[in-house]
């Protein structure tokens, strides 16, 4: 969501301005469309869509929907919510599959806007919903393209059909035919064919991607368009549309820092909808594009709903059953703490997921300062421990902190830092777990979690006379052990604790209560 961080930026400070108004006048609306337009136009917004969306919100805004409400300036933000989602192409937009495997999807687009790494982002994302895709090379023109396709397939765990090496040679229209029967044969049920494309629109990338539309007669046609490249966005979705024709639109690079407006300029200008979006250089960085959630993410007001859909995928419910039963129980451990870390990796980047979090524009620079390498610190830290103490932190002692220390290549004041978190978090979940609410640090207890105050129980203490049997009897009573309020004089002792080895006078302490006083007395 990088690419949309400056208009993001802009637009929440137009808003900011309009929360402190109880009522807008035709002037604020126009102040604040005034904005909205400077802001969409800096983000490279084609003009004709800035003029329509523009339009729209100051006819709205000054209707009766906002001047009736509460609060007018939530309603503002609302309506150009709704109207940022239409630009997008209104609703999410599937993958039509065909009737009678295999289903054909073929990628289109310039030279650089990734369709080759995106080929793969697809099959992974298809094979995980049980889908057996075939990744095709018919990019033979630009060099190593059909090798750097057999890699990323190696790297999706996918198949690859590639009979030709490429780099000019071999006909590409002959081996996207071919693909579909050698997909029928080993009953692939999705082929994906990756086409080659040009620094720029010619006739002869036009009529190639053309013939082997013609040739294929694809399920789907995926236009794949650089987020950052501005407003050629717009000029080369035309060309394309024109030249090949297209079913949908795939963003790529959404987390460059380039102005990226323009990519919202497509689904408008062309009448096809955003499908997919890649939004990092891992095969895992991509997901299907949902307008609403996009719109949302730009106003800075969140996307939980991929975010629940991220954990959901990364974490599994049987263990977190299991993790919640440990919380309730006071048995969760370090060995469980590495594994949760390990399923949260496993969901993305943690930095990402935090940026889905409502309200978060305004701590950008927060997210950029926080170092996800952190994790494989404390990863680290937790591996260099014996599994004995990784179940029982109380094992911890000096020498052995200094030893993990050493064998994590951290600091012991690391490790220090480490086990007291753990120690911490795990008291809060455990108090969670029992429907209460935790103790939050450098705030104490939510006011008025309970409903009501709970009644702090009188201080109970030794009301004797003498002050050396009330410090002992008040240390046993906080050792657990219930002082015998009959006296014993045996072997001269003041606390009766002076008999001869073996013997024990009635009331006096046992062995095993003797040891956790004097534990307690620090002996």
């Not at 400070?13 to 802001?39: H, M, W």
């Not at 090949?244 to 987390?255: A, H, I, R, Y």
């Not at 410090?471 to 004089?489: L, S």
Request: net charge positive; glycine share 10%; hydrophobic share 40%.
């Amino acid at each position: 969501m990088a690419t949309f961080g400056n208009l993001s930026d802009r637009l929440a400070e137009t808003f900011k301005n309009l929360r402190t108004k109880g009522k807008l006048s035709p002037a604020d609306v126009d102040a604040t469309v005034r904005e909205i337009r400077r802001a969409l136009l800096d983000a490279d917004v084609a003009l004709e869509v800035v003029k329509d969306f523009t339009g729209k919100v100051r006819e709205r805004a000054l209707g009766d929907e906002v001047n009736k409400a509460l609060n007018p300036a939530q309603q503002v933000v609302q309506i150009v919510n709704e109207e940022l989602v239409a630009i997008l192409g209104g609703e999410a937009r599937r993958i039509q599959f065909a009737k009678k495997p295999p289903t054909v999807i073929m990628l289109a687009g310039l030279q650089g806007a990734g369709k080759t790494t995106l080929a793969g982002k697809l099959a992974k994302w298809l094979a995980k919903d049980n889908h057996t895709p075939l990744l095709v090379a018919a990019d033979l023109q630009r060099p190593n393209a059909v090798n750097q396709l057999q890699v990323v397939a190696g790297q999706a765990g996918v198949a690859v059909f590639a009979p030709e090496p490429g780099n000019g040679t071999g006909n590409p229209v002959k081996v996207a035919k071919d693909s579909i029967k050698f997909a029928i044969d080993k009953q692939y049920d999705v082929v994906i064919v990756d086409t080659a494309g040009r620094l720029g629109v010619d006739a002869d990338m036009m009529k190639q991607a053309a013939d082997i539309r013609k040739a294929v007669d694809p399920d789907e046609v995926l236009f794949v368009i650089d987020a950052m490249i501005g407003q050629d966005a717009v000029a080369t979705a035309k060309a394309f549309q024109d030249g090949v024709d297209f079913t949908g639109v795939v963003l790529t690079k959404l987390d460059g820092d380039a102005r990226g407006g323009a990519a919202l300029s497509v689904a408008s200008v062309t009448g096809r909808p955003i499908i997919f979006a890649s939004t990092g250089e891992s095969l895992d960085d991509f997901e299907p594009f949902y307008p609403d959630r996009m719109a949302s993410r730009i106003l800075d007001l969140g996307d939980i709903l991929t975010l629940i859909e991220q954990a959901q995928s990364a974490f599994d419910e049987g263990e977190a059953m299991k993790m919640a039963e440990k919380f309730a129980t006071d048995t969760f451990t370090l060995e469980d703490f590495l594994s949760q870390m390990q399923q949260l990796r496993g969901a993305g980047s943690i930095k990402k997921m935090m940026g889905m979090l409502p309200g978060m524009g305004g701590m950008k620079q927060q997210l950029e300062n926080f170092d996800e390498r952190e994790i494989v610190r404390t990863e680290a830290i937790i591996q260099s421990m014996t599994k004995a103490e990784r179940q029982n932190s109380k094992l911890l002692n000096g020498s052995r902190r200094v030893r993990i220390a050493k064998g994590s290549g951290m600091t012991v004041t690391d490790v220090n830092q480490l086990v007291q978190r753990f120690e911490q978090a795990a008291k809060m979940m455990k108090t969670v777990a029992k429907g209460g609410m935790p103790n939050i640090p450098g705030m104490g207890p939510v006011p008025g979690a309970h409903g009501g105050r709970k009644q702090v129980a009188k201080k109970k203490g030794s009301k004797s006379g003498n002050p050396a049997k009330r410090a002992a009897e008040d240390a046993a009573r906080a050792a657990g052990i219930k002082p015998d309020a009959t006296p014993v004089t045996a072997g001269g002792s003041g606390f009766g604790l002076g008999l001869g080895k073996g013997k024990a006078a009635p009331g006096a302490p046992s062995e095993e209560e003797l040891a956790s006083l004097q534990k307690f007395l620090g002996r």
